[in-house]
Every structure is written in C-alpha cells, then in structure tokens.
C-alpha cells in the first residue's frame, strides 16, 4: 500500500501541517478506508493541545469518519472493498478480556484510540480493526452521519443505560457538537427534553431541533428555578459549571451523567446524593454493538448532525472555530 497523506499535529497547541506516512504492511485483521468525511469532535482540540496528557506527536487527529472500504486484511469476514463505514474513537481492542466478550470493548486495558498513538481521519485513508469498522445504514448521508460515530454514540449510551422513556425528563448541559445530538435523541426516547446553554442564541435552534424548554445558564436564577426536576441531565459541556446546582436539579434517583470533559475537579455535596438518592456518573463513547444500534436508530429517527463543511485543507481555519464554540454544531472535513 502507497503512504497516507494528511493534516497533523507535531507539538502541543500547534497548528495542524501536511504530513505522509507509510502505514505498512496491512494487518490481518484491519480494515483500510478511504475517507470521505470526519467530523471535528472537541476531544481532537484536547488532543491538539494535549489537554490529558495522553498524545503522542505526531499524529493526524480525527476520529468521526465515514469512507468506503478499499482494501481488507487476510482475516476480514464481515467487511469487503467497496462498503461504506463509519469509524469512531475506537479503532481496536484485546477482543478477549471480560469487557470484550461482554460487548464492553470501550472498557478493555487495551482499546486504541484512532488518533492516540495512531493516524486519523484528517487524512486520506485510515486503518482499524474491522470490528471497530460499522457499515452505515443507506439512509444516512455521509456528512451528517460522520459525527454520529463519536458525538452520536456518547450521547445515545447513557440515554439508553439509563433506562429513558416517554416518563423521562432529561436535560443536555452543552449545546455544542454532541449537546445537539443529544437532544435529538433524548426526544427520540420520547422524553421531555431541556436544553442548558450558556449560549442565550442557541434557543431558537435547540427548540427546533427538539427541546421543550431552554435554559439560559448565565442566568443563575434559572439554574434554581429547575430544582429536582430531572431524571437524567447529560453533561457535554467541556467548562466549568456549578455543579451543585444541577445536582438540586435532579429528581430523587436522578444521575447527573458526565461525557464532557471540563479541566477542573468537580466540588460536590454529598448530602443531597444521600438524601434524594441521586447519582454523579461518567459515561464513555459506547462499543460497536452501541455504535450499530444507535446508527440504525438514526436512520429510522431521521437524526443527523447539523454541520458546517470545510474542505479537508481548510482544517486548521475548522479546529479554531471549534476551539471559540462559533461552530454550528459540528465541523466536518471533507475530501
Ligand atoms: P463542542 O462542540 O465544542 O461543544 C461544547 C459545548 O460546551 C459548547 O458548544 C458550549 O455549549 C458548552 N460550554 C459550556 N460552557 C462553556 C464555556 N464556558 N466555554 C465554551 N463552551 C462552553 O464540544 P463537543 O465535541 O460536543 O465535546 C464536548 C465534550 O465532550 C469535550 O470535553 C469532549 O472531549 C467530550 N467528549 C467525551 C466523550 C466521551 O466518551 N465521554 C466523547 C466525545 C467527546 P453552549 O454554548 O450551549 O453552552
Ligand atoms: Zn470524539
């Protein structure tokens, strides 16, 4: 196979630069795709800027790519040249620890993130594990289904691990790429839904794209207004918020449900989780077995990111826009 070309990182907080790299010889059990579409998820920002202390340069980020198959490994069976995929943060896992073998690949020691120590999706082509390689449904247009396969399974697991129904009152804390899809499926679940912003013109499109109420969060008094009224509130934010507030805003048995990742420890108290039996959680991305139903449900529910495109080239001018929440609300690259 001849080199991959793409956009990468070299330092921490740097700009992205072209960059080619030999990727060898084709692995048995992997999967090349030629990348059509990758989206701009908030976590390729905190790996620009090695926000975890987790990346490794250089690297080409990107990791919500859609592309069609062009070449599979001796072991492939469920894959072949020519169909369309979507990959996520995931590209590759033990596939025989507990978690593995319980559908819980996100949880192995062992799971490779697509851009940690590997290449992503703003590039050419991209290399996974065929599992890790989910065909799309026919009724999803590339574009704004490339940011499903990260933004849309975060959200989807915890709403569906959570047990949300038409009963459910659910707020999205974060109106930005994965709020937005949050709140498509939280209506999809047919709960009532609450958009939290700290973006007083995010309103008119949250309503639109399914929330019953909005809540300004600059506004304090608001935040007190909404007082154990929430079963689940899905945090995507990735700032500071006063957290103790939403906890008040949770139901008894309530879960306040962390998939944003603010910079700061969270300062908690502990006696309204005692006394309404309320729960702080965490949630990360959701495996394949997530990524195939939520992929279906998207299609069936007709949920889609609403993007803002940018050619390939154009990724540094895209990752700012990010990097300022001016994004409406998923960048996505194209070929
Ligand atoms: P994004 O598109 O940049 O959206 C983040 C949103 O946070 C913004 O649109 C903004 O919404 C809100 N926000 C609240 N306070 C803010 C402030 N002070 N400054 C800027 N924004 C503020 O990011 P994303 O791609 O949705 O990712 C969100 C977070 O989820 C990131 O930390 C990312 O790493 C994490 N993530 C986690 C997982 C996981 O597996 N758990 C997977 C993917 C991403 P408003 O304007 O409505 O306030
Ligand atoms: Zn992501």
């Not at 202390?53 to 492939?76: M, Q, R």
């Not at 979507?86 to 033990?94: E, I, R, T």
């Not at 459910?168 to 939290?196: D, M, N, W």
Request: hydrophobic residues 40%.
């Amino acid at each position: 196979m001849s080199e991959i070309r793409g956009y990468a990182v070299h330092a921490a907080g740097a700009q992205l630069l072209p960059y080619k790299f030999d990727p060898g010889e084709l692995n048995a059990h992997e999967v090349e795709v030629k990348i059509s579409h990758c989206g701009i998820c908030h976590s390729d920002v905190h790996l620009i800027n090695n926000d975890w202390g987790i990346s490794k340069y250089p690297f080409i980020p990107g990791h919500e790519i859609v592309g069609t198959i062009v070449a599979a490994g001796d072991e492939v069976r469920n894959l072949k040249a020519g169909d369309r995929v979507g990959v996520g943060w995931q590209a590759d896992s033990c596939g025989i620890c507990e978690w593995c073998r319980q559908g819980d690949d996100q949880l192995c020691a062992q799971a490779q993130p697509t851009c940690v120590g590997r290449n992503g999706g703003f590039a050419e082509r991209v290399r996974v594990n065929s599992r890790f390689a989910i065909p799309l449904p026919e009724g999803l247009e590339s574009r704004t289904a490339a940011p499903l396969l990260c933004a849309g399974v975060t959200v989807y697991t915890p709403l569906r691990n959570y047990g949300v129904r038409p009963s459910s009152r659910v707020g999205v804390i974060g109106i930005g790429g994965l709020g937005h899809i949050g709140i498509q499926f939280a209506k999809a679940f047919g709960a009532e839904v609450t958009a939290f912003s700290s973006s007083k013109n995010k309103e008119e499109e949250a309503i639109e794209l399914g929330a019953h109420q909005f809540v300004n969060t600059r506004d304090t008094g608001a935040l007190k207004k909404v007082a154990g009224s929430y079963d689940l509130l899905l945090s995507t934010a990735n700032a500071d918020q006063d957290w103790v507030a939403y906890i008040h805003a949770l139901r008894p048995n309530g879960v306040l449900c962390m998939v944003g990742a603010p910079p700061k420890a969270m300062q908690l108290q502990i006696q309204p989780l005692i006394s309404g039996q309320r729960t702080v959680a965490g949630s990360s991305i959701g495996s394949p077995r997530d990524l195939y139903e939520m992929l279906d449900i998207a299609a069936r529910h007709k949920i889609k990111a609403v993007t803002e495109p940018f050619a390939m080239a154009k990724a540094n001018e895209a990752v700012a826009r990010v990097q300022k929440n001016q994004v409406r609300y998923r960048a996505v690259l194209a070929n």
